[in-house]
């Protein structure tokens, strides 16, 4: 309609318009936002019971503060994560193993059926974890980070129970698989908090790097069980495979036993007008005051901004043209999932062990010790991701990523074009290129991003459907590679070596530099680009580092605020229009009876 919040005139009008009051009224606004500062009641520094550990507190942290804090938090974190690539490697490493076999027999061989099961057996995990983090994406919320990682542990913990017990014609395979989704569950949940979690409890000089460790860590999760199965190996029984699966337990032990005596999110708990907890645990992790006065102006600043989108985002919104473009962010940070997997990561991380003994045509042992090897430089590879991902940044690792990926499928393509014992090594070294360069940039990138990409209001949802992407994408190469390989060697490496070509313009284009910005930040860097109708990309480049003062003020110069509330307010007229309707519905059914 004409009287549309989004229509483009309107909005360029209203744009002018709010730039001329802007100039004059921006002292009096920062006068305001001073005031606001001052509402917030002082709090006495004993007022809070120390809580060291308790799974109901939403203020517990170990009795620790400061760094003490941040890194229980941190590994905490990490660990949850390494979860995933421990399951990476040791379905690497048991999916053709003569003891796993022994139990299942569907998954011997290299026929056209085994390749189907291996695929189905090792990717029933990631559809078990897509509905976690589908779970997540309506609970978080709700319930909070805190319960939401403690019952993804909680359920990880039963489904490993589960699928150590299953026994040849028992059922064996559909006990084993339902464990599976189980197990991915929980693994779903977690993947979909746990990023949000650090990043909502993380300094933005240091978030970068907390929230990339995650994403690293699950190359020490590759790596650890590549050796157990090797060493497990040498075992005759049944327990060559069964012990392996068992260790998942002490992964989400520990998350289980560290998460129940930390903090809830201090964002969480400001948006449910928790207002005093969340001072006092960033008091706790900060090691400062409770009455500091930075860290008031950042809870006044965050307080500001969940009143403005407190209510939560319907589709209607998620597909309306606007100053957040929620929509756009949704998507881009969801692309950097979609390209992870389908650029090769899983075809090369789950299935090397199988790739080295069937496609490169080496022995059964030592597969497994080039398997070994191979999780070693992932996890190795890692190290430069900390070091680069805040001084080098976000949009330059994502381009090196794609572009080395690119570069070692070709080779690998190259090389088994002509099937031989010495192109066989150089496909081998195309698949340790590969892992090299995936290691430092698109494995810990697409963590690091959605969190920071999408807006307060779809935060939440931004990051679940963001791994929810992840892992539909993640079931689909696990599902499809060994069907791909076993009909053409050297075509599924053409295939994502094509795809990681593809991704480098929509990197350069589409993926805006984050590093080093508050969350208010991106928010900003989006407006200004739909408002002067730019790439956010380049608005990235040209804005300077904003206080948080100067957050406030962009935020009313570009009108942010006021578009959120004509959303409100359109909304709540459709929702009062729907309810007059029905009222008015019942009352005709009344009269006609």
């Not at 001073?34 to 060291?52: A, C, G, P, S």
């Not at 307060?456 to 190469?477: D, P």
């Amino acid at each position: 309609s004409n009287s549309s919040v989004f229509d483009d005139k309107k909005l360029d009008d209203e744009q002018n318009q709010n730039q001329n009051q802007n100039q004059n009224q921006s002292p009096l606004k920062n006068e305001k936002f001073d005031q606001d500062v001052t509402k917030l009641r002082h709090i006495n520094d004993d007022e809070f019971k120390l809580t060291k550990y308790s799974m109901s507190s939403k203020i517990s942290t170990f009795g620790l503060k400061g760094k003490a804090l941040s890194y229980l938090i941190t590994s905490s974190c990490v660990i949850g994560f390494s979860l995933f690539g421990y399951d990476q490697g040791l379905m690497a490493g048991i999916i053709t193993a003569p003891q796993f076999v022994e139990t299942f027999p569907a998954v011997g061989g290299e026929s056209h059926h085994a390749t189907v099961i291996q695929g189905a057996v090792t990717s029933c995990y990631e559809l078990g974890c897509f509905f976690g983090a589908l779970a997540a994406m309506y609970l978080g919320d709700k319930y909070g980070r805190k319960p939401l990682i403690i019952t993804g542990a909680i359920i990880i913990i039963i489904g490993t129970f589960i699928s150590i017990f299953p026994f040849k014609n028992h059922w064996a395979l559909g006990h084993f698989v339902i464990a599976r989704v189980i197990t991915g569950i929980g693994n779903g949940f977690n993947t979909a908090t746990i990023p949000i979690y650090q990043a909502e409890l993380s300094d933005p000089k240091y978030r970068g790097r907390l929230v990339n460790l995650e994403g690293s860590f699950v190359a020490v999760g590759t790596l650890i069980a590549y050796w157990i199965d090797f060493g497990l190996s040498y075992a005759s029984g049944s327990v060559s495979w069964r012990l392996p699966i068992s260790l998942q337990i002490v992964f989400a032990g520990y998350v289980l036993i560290t998460i129940i005596g930390l903090p809830e999110s201090p964002r969480y708990l400001i948006s449910k007008n928790k207002i005093d907890e969340a001072r006092y645990i960033l008091s706790q992790v900060n090691d400062c005051s409770i009455n500091d006065e930075s860290l008031i102006e950042e809870v006044i600043l965050v307080k500001d901004a969940n009143n403005r989108f407190e209510k939560q985002i319907s589709i209607r919104e998620l597909f309306k043209p606007s100053k957040h473009q929620y929509l756009k962010r949704m998507i881009i940070g969801s692309s950097g999932q979609f390209f992870q997997q389908f650029t090769g990561c899983n075809a090369a991380i789950y299935y090397s062990t199988v790739l080295f003994e069937t496609t490169v045509g080496l022995d059964r042992r030592l597969s497994l010790v080039l398997g070994g090897v191979f999780a070693t430089v992932y996890a190795l590879f890692t190290i430069p991701s900390f070091f680069l991902v805040d001084r080098l940044g976000r949009r330059p690792l994502f381009l090196i990523g794609a572009s080395g990926q690119g570069t070692a499928f070709l080779i690998a393509f190259g090389c088994l074009t002509h099937d031989n014992k010495n192109n066989a090594k150089g496909a081998a070294f195309g698949l340790f290129l590969f892992i090299a360069f995936f290691a430092f940039t698109i494995l810990p990138m697409p963590w690091v991003y959605p969190p920071e990409i999408n807006s307060m209001r779809t935060r939440t949802m931004g990051a679940s459907v963001s791994t929810c992407t992840n892992w539909l994408s993640n079931f689909a190469v696990v599902m499809f590679t060994p069907i791909f390989i076993n009909q053409s060697k050297w075509g599924c490496y053409l295939f994502f070596a094509l795809i990681n070509f593809i991704y480098i313009p929509v990197i350069y284009f589409y993926y805006p530099e984050t590093a080093g910005r508050s969350l208010e930040e991106i928010d900003i860097i989006f407006a200004k680009a739909h408002v002067e109708n730019k790439a956010a990309y380049k608005v990235a480049q040209e804005l300077p580092k904003l206080s948080t003062k100067e957050i406030e003020e962009e935020g009313i110069k570009l009108g942010l605020y006021e578009e959120e509330e004509e959303f409100i307010h359109e909304s709540n007229s459709i929702m009062t229009h729907r309810s007059n309707a029905v009222a008015a519905g019942n009352n005709n059914n009344e009269f006609d009876v």
